[in-house]
T-cell receptor, first 113, second 115 residues
Framework: GNSVTQMEGPVTLSEEAFLTINCTYT??????LFWYVQYPGEGLQLLLK?????DKGSNKGFEATYRKETTSFHLEKGSVQVSDSAVYFC????????????FGTGTRLTVIP | EAGVVQSPRYKIIEKKQPVAFWCNPI?????LYWYLQNLGQGPELLIR????????DSQLPKDRFSAERLKGVDSTLKIQPAELGDSAVYLC?????????????FGPGTRLTVT
């Protein structure tokens, strides 16, 4: 079946530190991969996505590369800010048919000044 | 542009009582999703609508959960009777279509507490 395994949190970093949140997946075929972010009191928002192997998604300084050989989609940012404090969810969807999302458990990031 | 609107934001009920959640998707979005998010977990799909048709309800516990999307716009998710284990956040999302290329836009959710 389809599943996503995410690095457990919480993660606490100082401002300007480097961020990595690990995500690996299990899926039949070649899914599309996503990172969603949930800021306090707000709904989930799409942060970035990649639809095929070796694609790199990027947004707001965050990046993630679709690695088929390691079935991974790790989220990285070179220098985090206090405003990046949120819960981050890795997700996948089927490559064909309906766009049903399968989410990981989420990783809470806190950035301290 | 207004986002996905959900109400109520919070609901506390006693077990065995009925409860309903309402969702107003982004204007023009044909696809509507209801997700369940338990504490410390990621969202899980309950049901997906294409216009007014429920095209995927395989994960909806039909003995106590029901949903409708009249006229292909607003949607209501109902639980009757509620159980303690139903305490969770219920998320609504919408997208212009059902293909992967379409982003899903999420509402803020309704937090249900069953006592």
């Amino acid at each position: 079946g389809n599943s996503v395994t995410q690095m457990e949190g919480p993660v606490t970093l100082s401002e300007e530190a480097f961020l990595t949140i690990n995500c690996t997946y299990t899926a039949t075929g070649y899914p599309s991969l996503f990172w969603y972010v949930q800021y306090p009191g707000e709904g989930l928002q799409l942060l970035l996505k990649a639809t095929k192997a070796d694609d790199k998604g990027s947004n707001k300084g965050f990046e993630a590369t679709y690695r088929k050989e390691t079935t991974s989609f790790h989220l990285e940012k070179g220098s985090v800010q206090v405003s990046d404090s949120a819960v981050y969810f890795c997700a996948l969807s089927y490559p064909t048919g309906a766009n049903n999302l399968f989410f990981g458990t989420g990783t809470r990031l806190t950035v301290i000044p | 542009e207004a986002g996905v609107v959900q109400s109520p934001r919070y609901k506390i009920i006693e077990k065995k009582q009925p409860v309903a959640f309402w969702c107003n998707p982004i204007s023009g979005h044909n696809t509507l999703y209801w997700y369940l998010q338990n504490l410390g977990q990621g969202p899980e799909l309950l049901i997906r609508y294409e216009n007014e048709e429920a095209v995927d309800d395989s994960q909806l516990p039909k003995d106590r959960f029901s949903a409708e999307r009249l006229k292909g716009v607003d949607s209501t998710l109902k639980i009757q009777p509620a159980e303690l284990g139903d305490s969770a956040v219920y998320l609504c999302a919408s997208s212009p279509g059902d293909r992967v290329s379409y982003e899903q836009y999420f509402g803020p959710g309704t937090r249900l507490t069953v006592t």
